[in-house]
């Protein structure tokens, strides 16, 4: 089940504070996995 489809069958369910919260956790997640990527690959 991907980001976008868990976004889309939460807000099908009309529960837009767990979307928002799911979907902000995901993105914060992602944040930090692209920073120590840039950050290891600047150290490289």
Same mark, same amino acid.
């Given at each position: 089940?991907?980001?976008? =489809?868990? !976004?889309?069958?939460?807000?099908? @369910?009309?529960?837009?504070?767990?979307?928002? =919260?799911? !979907?902000?956790?995901?993105?914060? @997640?992602?944040?930090?996995?692209?920073?120590?990527?840039?950050?290891?690959?600047?150290?490289?």
């Amino acid at each position: 089940m991907t980001t976008v =489809s868990f !976004c889309k069958f939460v807000s099908r @369910e009309k529960s837009f504070r767990l979307l928002l =919260s799911a !979907c902000s956790e995901t993105l914060l @997640e992602l944040i930090e996995v692209i920073i120590s990527v840039s950050i290891n690959g600047s150290i490289k």
